[in-house]
């Protein structure tokens, strides 16, 4: 039984999850912006810092999480792509292609 990889559509993944790091990476800036913002007096009080706290350590934590992971999938893609190619240089040698 032969196992056929995907390519086209390990490669449509790779750029659609290098998209959602970009995105993410405008959603972070965009965040500190905003604590930047309120760390100017634009929500003064407690509230205010505390949506600050909010934003700039927890939301930003996530985000930096969500990209990590995103960037550990187009790895993995990566990787099984290329054992994939391996294996396929392989058996076509084995039948004499």
Do not use: N
Not at 47 to 70: C, F, N, P, Q, Y
Not at 82 to 90: N, S, T
């Amino acid at each position: 039984m032969l196992i056929k990889f995907p390519y086209d559509e390990a490669r449509d993944m790779r750029i659609a999850l290098a998209a959602g790091i970009d995105d993410l990476a405008k959603t972070k800036a965009q965040v500190s912006k905003i604590v930047a913002t309120i760390g100017e007096g634009a929500l003064v009080g407690m509230g205010g810092s505390a949506l600050a706290d909010a934003l700039g350590s927890v939301l930003v934590r996530k985000i930096d999480e969500i990209t990590d992971k995103l960037e550990e999938m187009i790895r993995d893609l990566e990787q099984s792509e290329q054992l994939f190619r391996q294996k396929d240089g392989d058996t076509a040698g084995a039948q004499g292609m």
